[in-house]
């Protein structure tokens, strides 16, 4: 895949790349790998009377535990650092912000990534070719790279990790034997994929 472009057209202006047909494939499987994940996060939500009543959605209360989910949605607030008040007490006042943020907001932050993850699949070329985009469509697909990357990224963490500890830096290169060579090539062509459409979006 080359760099994303941007070009004139009447109708306005149109962001553009040619797709080879397994790179179609490749992204298509992680799009909808990260649809079923984020569906089934919003079908296990608990319902409770006051959105019964309501009509309000009500989330989670506890971050995920499957690490790809994890970096989709992660906590609102972290605990702060405060001399005069014991770390149990901080960590106790950041998990009570977090349980109350989750559950208002955690139903639209996952609307809004399914409607991302909705363009991409709707405007990718079955079988390859170009994808033409207007400048709203692919603000959709910035969002949606995002998360499968960040999805993808987390995975690589946690292989990279030693003795039960996940890595904090994702490796640049690995040998073609090590078994996160395959996923580490996708990781970077999302990284490129992902940056040649910021570029095209703003102009640069």
């Not at 319902?47 to 499957?66: I, K, N, V």
């Not at 609102?76 to 960590?91: C, I, K, T, W, Y």
Request: aromatic share 2%.
């Amino acid at each position: 895949m080359k760099a994303w472009k941007r070009k004139g057209s009447l109708g306005g202006p149109r962001i553009k790349a040619v797709m080879e047909p397994h790179e179609v494939q490749i992204l298509h499987a992680l799009v909808s790998n990260v649809v079923d994940m984020l569906e089934q996060r919003r079908d296990s939500a608990p319902r409770d009377e006051l959105a019964e009543l309501t009509g309000m959605r009500s989330g989670h209360s506890e971050a995920p535990a499957e690490a790809p989910l994890a970096r989709l949605l992660p906590d609102f607030h972290r605990a702060e650092l405060a001399d005069d008040q014991p770390d149990a007490d901080r960590r106790a006042v950041a998990r009570a912000h977090n349980a109350g943020m989750r559950m208002i907001h955690e139903p639209e932050i996952i609307d809004t990534k399914l409607g991302a993850a909705a363009v991409v699949l709707r405007t990718l070329p079955a079988r390859g070719g170009t994808v033409s985009l207007t400048e709203a469509q692919a603000g959709s697909w910035m969002g949606c790279l995002n998360d499968v990357r960040l999805g993808l990224g987390a995975l690589l963490l946690e292989a990279s990790g030693v003795d039960g500890e996940v890595a904090t830096t994702i490796p640049e290169h690995v040998p073609e034997s090590d078994p996160r060579s395959a996923h580490l090539d996708v990781y970077h062509w999302l990284t490129f994929m992902q940056d040649s459409l910021c570029s095209a979006l703003t102009g640069e």
